[in-house]
């Protein structure tokens, strides 16, 4: 019986279940977005979080380094701890938690597994803050149809100021 026991377990080994973890986190980190099966992303989920967590508790030089060894031993890969910390960790430091976002795809259609894609939330363009940022902010739109009178009174304008000859022309 397992009550209790909240560890998924994935159907492998302890050390192929570390290897798996640290492939797929390592993976997450470089391309932002992965797709795998849904058990994987949601124990991917729980592998990632907590070590995205110690890049951002870096008080004093000393902590720095050390949590960049502690998450170097989860993840075994130096271009992925460095990217971490120095693309990852900025883009997250203002967010108490909730740094994956997991996105059901359906199943599979080789073994009916079900797919899911797992990403870093502040890495995606389609949600969030980096469309609003990016986007120029839009003309203020009204129901009232109040542009003919606007037009209407600066062709006046302009058509006055054409007749009227500048000081300039009169001299």
Same mark, same amino acid.
């Given at each position: 019986?397992? $009550? ?6 994935? =159907? ?16 997450? !980190?470089?391309?932002?977005? !992965? ?11 729980? #592998? %990632?979080?907590?070590? !995205?967590? /110690? ?6 030089? &000393?902590? %720095?380094?050390?949590? $960049?060894?502690?998450? *170097?031993? *989860? ?6 701890? /460095?990217?971490? #910390?120095?693309?990852?960790? +900025?883009?997250?430091? =203002?967010?108490?938690? =909730? *740094?994956?976002?997991? %996105? ?13 894609? !797992?990403?870093?939330?502040? #890495?995606?363009? %389609?949600?969030?803050? =980096?469309?609003? @940022?990016?986007? &120029?902010?839009? @003309? ?9 009178? /606007? ?8 058509? &006055?100021?054409?007749?009227? +000859? ?6």
């Amino acid at each position: 019986m397992r $009550h209790g026991d909240k560890n998924n377990n994935l =159907g492998r080994t302890a050390s192929h279940r570390k290897a798996l973890l640290m492939n797929l986190g390592c993976q997450l !980190i470089t391309n932002k977005r !992965i797709t795998t099966t849904l058990a994987k992303a949601k124990a991917l989920r729980t #592998f %990632i979080e907590p070590l !995205i967590t /110690k890049t951002k508790n870096t008080a004093s030089k &000393e902590a %720095i380094m050390h949590n $960049h060894r502690v998450v *170097y031993s *989860y993840l075994n890969d130096k271009a992925a701890v /460095k990217e971490l #910390f120095t693309v990852v960790a +900025p883009k997250v430091a =203002g967010r108490p938690g =909730g *740094y994956t976002r997991i %996105i059901k795809l359906g199943a599979r259609l080789g073994d009916n597994a079900e797919l899911a894609m !797992i990403e870093l939330v502040d #890495f995606n363009e %389609i949600y969030g803050k =980096g469309v609003k @940022a990016a986007a &120029e902010p839009a @003309a203020k739109k009204t129901r009232r149809s109040s542009g003919g009178k /606007k037009k209407a009174a600066e062709a006046a304008t302009e058509a &006055e100021a054409a007749e009227t +000859p500048s000081t300039e022309e009169k001299a």
